[in-house]
């Protein structure tokens, strides 16, 4: 059988230097019976400096092509001045409005070594391991009409629309099912259905795709507000969250600082599946943007990126075991005392650099043997 295809961008600022760490691990796997198809290319500010589109076509076929991709990050203030339709970050809206990149998956995972990075106390997030899944194409942010009229009286008028259809709930909140059946088996959706029209028939769907497929599964529902709070209170309750995109925006990124760094977040946005194959296309890239503050130093943390590709094999290569193996493995530097500069409180100095880090993952990879 043909390996598996791993579409890997890189991009601007820390963007090639995390993923020349991920490259370690993605050949440490090829050698140990996991190997991949690496293809590499071009997007953001790069894309736009070698062809002046922030992503082009011939990329974005090879994404369309890739089991999955893996991206950097894109953006700096080189290309404040470029044309809006060619800014780095149109290379990112286009391969997740091509690839139809309707599900986002933030997890929020917390790791014993740094559970003192959480601005909440210790006992409330050690161990914490859940799953914020956001519709990402729908909602909110994209519904219509969307506009600001003036009144002519003085006043303007600002309209933003949320629309849902049954379709986009049932698939969404068929991934969470499905990705909770990986993990502890429980799903908690949250909407407004007490003052939303579009919370009731989330509410509705939700229901009707649980008993419909997912009958397995344990799901309860919460108002989005509730949710908010119980994030703060007691996170360690929630196994996966399933939410909408203006919710889904704010809880995961509430959910993101109960674990500390940004240096450390992993994400997914997932499509639907290949009606043949069953495989979903699939893009993982850290949280973080391309840091130009400390670009070209050596002080970026690669763990964010590699537990992007922690969950590439989770999603897209059915590699739960590997997933598991690459996780402890980051949990071992950690515990061992390794620290980049974003892991390190004010007076601490940092342990490693962005290399040494990737290199003491490899080597905790190879002593997990
Ligand atoms: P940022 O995430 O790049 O940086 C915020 C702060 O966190 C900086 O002080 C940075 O040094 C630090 N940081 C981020 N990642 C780190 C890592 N792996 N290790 C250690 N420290 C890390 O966000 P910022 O500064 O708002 O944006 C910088 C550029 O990145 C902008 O051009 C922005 O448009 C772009 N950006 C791109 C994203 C993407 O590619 N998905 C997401 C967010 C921003
Ligand atoms: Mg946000």
Redesign the pocket.
């Known amino acids: 059988m043909a390996n598996p295809t791993l579409l890997i961008l890189p ?5 090639p230097e ?1 993923m020349a760490e991920v490259r370690k691990v993605v050949d440490w796997f090829g050698r140990n019976g996991r190997p991949f198809d690496v293809d590499e290319d071009l997007v ?2 790069c894309a736009y400096d070698a062809h002046g589109q922030a992503i082009s076509d011939a990329a974005m076929e090879r994404a369309q092509a890739a089991d999955a991709v893996l ?7 080189k ?2 001045k470029v044309p809006y339709d060619a800014r ?2 149109a290379g ?1 809206l286009r391969l997740r409005k091509d690839l139809e990149l309707f599900a986002n998956l933030r997890p929020a995972k917390c790791f014993d070594a740094l559970a003192d990075f959480s601005s909440l106390k210790r006992e409330l997030v050690e161990g914490l391991d859940i799953l914020i899944v956001r519709e990402l194409t729908g909602g909110v942010y994209f519904g219509e009409p969307k506009q600001i009229t003036d009144l002519g009286n003085g006043q303007k008028r600002a309209v933003d629309t949320q629309v849902y259809d049954t379709f986009e709930i049932e698939r969404i909140s068929a991934v969470a099912f499905e990705l909770a059946r990986l993990r502890d088996n429980r799903v908690c959706s949250m909407e407004k259905r007490n003052v939303m029209k579009s919370g009731l028939l989330w509410h509705d769907v939700v229901e009707a795709t649980h008993a419909a497929r997912f009958a397995d599964v344990q799901l309860t529902h919460m108002l989005a507000d509730a949710g908010g709070m119980q994030l703060v209170r007691a996170p360690k309750q929630f196994d996966v969250i399933v939410t909408d995109n203006l919710f889904g925006d704010m809880l995961s990124d509430v959910a993101a600082m109960l674990t500390g ?4 977040l992993p994400s997914a946005s997932l499509g639907a599946p290949d009606p043949k194959t069953g495989r979903r296309k699939a893009l993982y ?11 070209g130093q050596g ?7 590699v537990l992007s590709f922690a969950m590439a094999l989770r999603y897209s290569f059915d590699a739960g075991a590997e997933a598991d193996r690459l996780e402890a493995a980051v949990e071992k530097v950690l515990a061992d005392g390794l620290r ?4 390190v409180g004010p007076g601490g100095g940092a342990t490693v650099s ?1 290399s040494e880090m990737g290199d003491a993952i490899v080597a905790a990879l190879e002593a997990s043997l």
């Open positions: 991009g601007d600022g820390i963007g995390v953001g500010g991206l950097g990050a894109v953006g700096g203030p290309w404040d780095p970050e990112l760094s940004l240096g450390m890239e850290p949280v973080h943007g391309s840091a130009p503050d400390i670009a002080k970026a943390n690669p763990i964010a990126c980049t500069a974003d892991l962005t």
